[in-house]
């Protein structure tokens, strides 16, 4: 169910789950909506809106990840940390929202779930016999992007080992914000491919979804941030990966080491995990170039083949975050999305794609109701 709701100053788009579970789930994108007011202004409004969605439509829920796109996160994030107490985690990176405001927030909520930080500093969700353990906004100051990526993943490591979990067997989603990404993404690149390799993830076995777009920390010295998503306890026939590979390649055809998408079973819901999908087709070549409308409708293309191999589609969607290279397209990808899917929560931002060619990249989240008794509960 999706559901727009009105604040001062500002609106939250809401998608709820509820198949009459303990365990209900939410994503709200909330907006800002008068660019001229002050970061300060704004960022209250964004905050009070939040406070009354608790106290109302989400009441009952607990926060378990967020996510704030800020258009100056040098002069911005500190005012968010101060402001921001929720114990949930949290991640923080300049990608400014493209309809003229300075912040916007992607909130994931469930209900009837244990919080915590759990003792590797991962911030941990119980329920059942899972623990869904988040960490966002994680970063160093390395010589480079590959030095940073590479002690990024090894610190991540030594936290799963701490939990019981490895990469291989625990690790679902990651995303990768870079700084200046067609200058670093190579770094990247190369981390990622080295370190997945000593920890037996390979094209014979499995990668791990994840985005790899550009995106700054509020030190410029930081090129690559790194969030997260793990789970503990669960099964290796709980987890599918996703290739549609009538629309897609294998990433690692160019060199690359991600899974296009992960779908993770319970006995009574389904999640599905979209990595960051551009214009592409089943040769790795860009489709479209230099034409942002052509190249929308492709990536949704692309990623309605993705979500029909875990025999979802659109309308299981509970978010997405749409990255654009050129600030120049976004009234008429905003046309374009409003046109598909209005009251549905997303956020439009400037992020370059890691290939020049593409401009727009999108990734999503999906929730849909099963019935797997052979699996266990969430």
Request: proline share 2%; with cysteine.
């Amino acid at each position: 169910m999706n559901k727009r709701l009105e604040f001062k100053h500002a609106f939250a788009d809401i998608f709820q789950f509820d198949n009459g579970t303990e365990v209900c789930e939410y994503h709200a994108m909330i907006q800002a909506t008068s660019p001229r007011l002050s970061f300060e202004q704004q960022l209250e409004a964004i905050l009070n809106a939040y406070n009354q969605l608790l106290e109302g439509q989400l009441q009952g829920a607990q926060a378990v990840f967020k996510r704030y796109f800020l258009s100056d996160a040098a002069n911005q994030a500190d005012d968010v940390i101060v402001s921001d107490v929720t114990d949930c985690a949290k991640s923080i990176i300049q990608q400014a929202p493209l309809d003229g405001t300075k912040i916007a927030l992607w909130v994931y909520l469930m209900t009837n779930v244990q919080t915590g930080i759990a003792k590797s500093g991962l911030y941990e969700v119980r329920h059942g016999g899972f623990r869904h353990l988040w960490n966002g906004s994680a970063h160093n100051m390395a010589a480079n992007s590959e030095y940073q990526t590479r002690l990024l993943f090894n610190e991540y490591n030594m936290q799963l080992i701490q939990e019981g979990c490895t990469l291989e067997a625990n690790c679902i989603r990651t995303w990768f914000f870079v700084n200046d990404v067609d200058l670093n993404y190579g770094g990247v690149v190369r981390a990622r491919n080295q370190f997945f390799f000593t920890q037996g993830l390979t094209v014979n076995t499995h990668f791990i979804a994840s985005t790899g777009i550009g995106g700054r920390q509020q030190d410029p010295n930081v090129l690559s941030q790194m969030d997260n998503y793990a789970i503990s306890g669960v099964r290796k026939e709980q987890i599918h990966y996703l290739y549609a590979s009538t629309h897609l390649n294998r990433t690692s055809d160019y060199g690359v080491s991600f899974e296009r998408g992960t779908q993770v079973n319970y006995a009574d819901r389904r999640h599905v995990f979209i990595s960051g999908t551009a214009s592409i087709n089943n040769k790795g070549e860009v489709m479209y170039p230099k034409d942002v409308i052509k190249q929308t409708h492709r990536m949704w293309e692309n990623v309605e083949a993705l979500l029909a191999e875990a025999d979802c589609n659109f309308n299981d969607v509970a978010e997405m975050v749409v990255y654009l290279r050129d600030t120049a397209d976004y009234e008429l990808v905003k046309e374009l999305y409003e046109e598909r899917f209005a009251g549905k929560p997303y956020v439009i931002v400037h992020a370059p794609v890691c290939r020049p060619g593409w401009l727009i990249e999108m990734e999503c989240m999906a929730v849909k109701a099963v019935d797997l008794p052979t699996m266990p509960k969430f």
